[in-house]
């Protein structure tokens, strides 16, 4: 249940099944209601904006039959999670198969609701599934991820994520330019794709890479020195034909 629901139940002394799915029935097919102990009713009602959560409270929901048979009961455990809404991802490669430990930040606003309290942020990391749950949102976000799997890019940006509790929709937002979230109408995916690595300082690979540098450089100087030299002749062709004739006359012996 969320903080809201735990702290609405004040002065209760039963949960229903939409916070536990705990029931029994009995012989004659009708259901007692349950009675949980004030302390455990306590410690759920009790939970505080302050507390870290998720916190978890063991209950013990207790039957009192009609006839002369011992009560029965069935363990369970709450748990209590923020307010706001849940938004769920799944991590991929560009294969579209699952990348598990890469790891987000999230940033809250800041009080005065212009920048991100960047001191406030919380880290999430995907699962064996790709699988990365934010929990308990409602306003604005700052989404980041900070660590991926060697030879994978990071994104070039962030996301903005905002949350309206109210219809429980989310909008999206970029700084910079991350890859988008895609959504298929029923799981939304976010792919990590491999980055451009050069080669290795000091290798063979850094080796090829600096022959056919230089290589291209001195064909290029040759093909320039060979233009010079024709251009030359060229000219010089030119300034001979543009001379005028001269015409000597030979005397008769």
């Known amino acids: 249940m969320r903080l809201s629901q735990a702290q609405a139940l004040s002065g209760q002394t039963e949960l229903d099944g939409n916070y536990t799915h705990a029931i029994a029935i009995k012989a004659d097919g009708t259901t007692p ?26 209950v013990t929901y207790s039957y009192a039959p009609d006839d002369e048979s011992e009560p029965a009961e069935i363990n369970v ?4 999670l923020e307010n706001g809404i849940d938004f769920i991802f799944y991590k991929v490669n560009e294969k579209q198969e699952p990348l598990a430990g890469v790891e987000f930040v999230m940033y809250p606003r800041d009080a005065a609701g212009t920048g991100w309290d960047m001191d406030s942020g919380v880290t999430f990391v995907s699962a064996v599934d790709g699988k990365v749950t934010l929990v308990g949102l409602s306003g604005e976000y700052l989404l980041t991820e900070t660590k991926t799997h060697a030879g994978y890019a990071l994104p070039t940006g962030e996301w903005i994520l905002t949350v309206d509790e109210a219809d429980g929709s989310i909008a999206f937002s970029v700084t910079g330019s991350p890859m988008a979230f895609a959504f298929d109408g029923a799981t939304y995916t ?10 290795i300082a000091g290798g063979i690979g850094m080796l090829l890479f600096t022959v056919g540098g230089i290589t291209l450089i001195g064909l290029a ?3 320039k020195i060979s233009f010079v030299k024709r251009n030359r002749r060229r000219e010089k062709i030119i ?11 030979f005397k008769r012996l």
Do not use: C, W
Not at 44 to 56: R, S
Not at 190 to 199: A, H, R, S, V
């Open 221 to 223: 100087m040759i093909l």
């Open 77 to 80: 455990t709450v748990r209590i």
């Open 190 to 199: 976010l792919t990590n794709y491999k980055e451009f690595l050069m080669p």
């Open 239 to 249: 300034r001979r034909m543009s001379k005028p004739l001269t015409y000597h006359r």
């Open 33 to 58: 209601v349950p009675v949980i102990s004030s302390t455990a009713l306590a410690q759920i009602t009790g939970t505080t904006n302050a507390e870290t959560l998720p916190k978890d409270v063991p």
